[in-house]
Structure formats: structure tokens, C-alpha cells
Nanobody, 120 residues
Framework: QVQLQESGPGLVPPSQTLSLTCTVS??????????WSWIRQPPGKGLEWMRA???????FYSPSLKSRTSVSRDTAKNQFTLQLTSVTPEDTAVYYC????????????WGQGTQVTVSS
């Protein structure tokens, strides 16, 4: 059973960089034909897909967040990390990591989510 767990700060001051890490157990982030995504849900709104990294290390992104997001991975620790720069209160959301299959937009495993609030 693949499990994902998000970790990071619950409160971030405006204009700072948010860094979130997803630790994966029960499976490898290098498993063929998988990709590993960051998705968020602001209060009262729907899910927003942000950025992802594939099993081979290729990254792809939402155009609306391209300039502010990056994703990296540590295969030795089986983790992948999102960075979101220049945060504003509009970035307040529950952030999820999830696994998808290359060629699809469906996710079969999700983390439980972590609340991030942008506030001074």
C-alpha cells in the first residue's frame, strides 16, 4: 500500500517561500510510468493542480503557477518537494501530494493534506 505524507510549515508570512515535502512509503517515486503531483484546495474552492515530477525526473507545471513553483526530488529519501515563492494570502489552502499514472489525469494515492496559512 502506497502512502504519502506531506510536511511543512503551517504558517508562512507573506512574500516568503513555502516549502513542502512529500514522503512516500510502500512504493518508490522512481516506479515506472508514475508521476508525483502537488495539488491544493483553497477554502471554499475546488482542487487546483500545481506541479509534478515524473518517475524519471521530468517536471511539468500549471501555466498559472509556472513562475512561482518548482519541484525537486530526493530518490534516496523517497521524497519530493514543492517550493512556492512570493506567497500571498491567496495561497492559503490545504496542500496535497498525490500519485498519478503517466498519460492520465487521475490520482490513485493521496496524502492526507496539510493546511498552510499565509499571514503575518
Amino acid at each position: 500500500q502506497v502512502q504519502l505524507q506531506e510536511s511543512g510549515p503551517g504558517l508562512v508570512p507573506p512574500s516568503q517561500t513555502l516549502s513542502l515535502t512529500c514522503t512516500v512509503s510502500g512504493g518508490s517515486i522512481t516506479t515506472s510510468m508514475t508521476y508525483w503531483s502537488w495539488i491544493r484546495q483553497p477554502p471554499g474552492k475546488g482542487l487546483e493542480w500545481m506541479r509534478a515530477i515524473t518517475y524519471s525526473g521530468y517536471t511539468f507545471y500549471s501555466p498559472s503557477l509556472k513562475s512561482r513553483t518548482s519541484v525537486s526530488r530526493d530518490t534516496a529519501k523517497n521524497q519530493f518537494t514543492l517550493q512556492l515563492t512570493s506567497v500571498t494570502p491567496e495561497d492559503t489552502a490545504v496542500y496535497y501530494c498525490a500519485r498519478g499514472a503517466v498519460g492520465t489525469d487521475e490520482f490513485d494515492y493521496w496524502g492526507q493534506g496539510t493546511q498552510v496559512t499565509v499571514s503575518s
